[in-house]
């Protein structure tokens, strides 16, 4: 089984940038559905932005136009930029690959944006 380790999340100030990554020990290549997901103290886990294999990309409506999911399957590596960054984006990231019960995630990140 996969196995994933998040990474890149700290604290930044409004309108600035962060990447993180999802390091996978093994390959990724054939897992169709990779995401990010994110929870913010008290609320529920939200579906960030999603990635299939051939590269289809799709995103929740708060981050649309400013965070870009990507994959890097011969790094193993999944992505994800987030450009102008709020507050309201202050959260555990968690990446996710594969779907359903079959879905494993990694420890999760925190970002934390201030005003």
């Known amino acids: 089984q996969v196995q994933l380790v998040e990474s890149g999340g700290g604290l930044v100030q409004a309108g600035e940038s962060l990447r993180l990554s999802c390091a996978a020990s093994?390959?990724?290549?054939?897992?169709?559905?990779m995401g990010w997901y994110r929870q913010a103290q008290g609320n529920a886990r939200e579906m960030v932005a999603g990635?299939?294999?051939?590269?289809?990309?799709f995103y929740g409506d708060s981050v649309k136009g400013r965070f870009t999911i990507s994959r890097d399957n011969v790094q193993n590596t999944l992505y994800l930029q987030m450009n102008s960054l709020v507050p309201e984006d202050t959260a555990v990231y968690y990446c996710?690959?594969?779907?359903?019960?079959?879905?494993?995630w990694g420890q999760g990140t925190q970002v934390t944006v201030s005003s």
């Open positions: 996710v690959a594969g779907q359903g019960r079959a879905a494993r």
């Open positions: 093994g390959s990724i290549s054939s897992i169709n559905f």
């Open positions: 990635i299939t294999g051939i590269g289809s990309t």
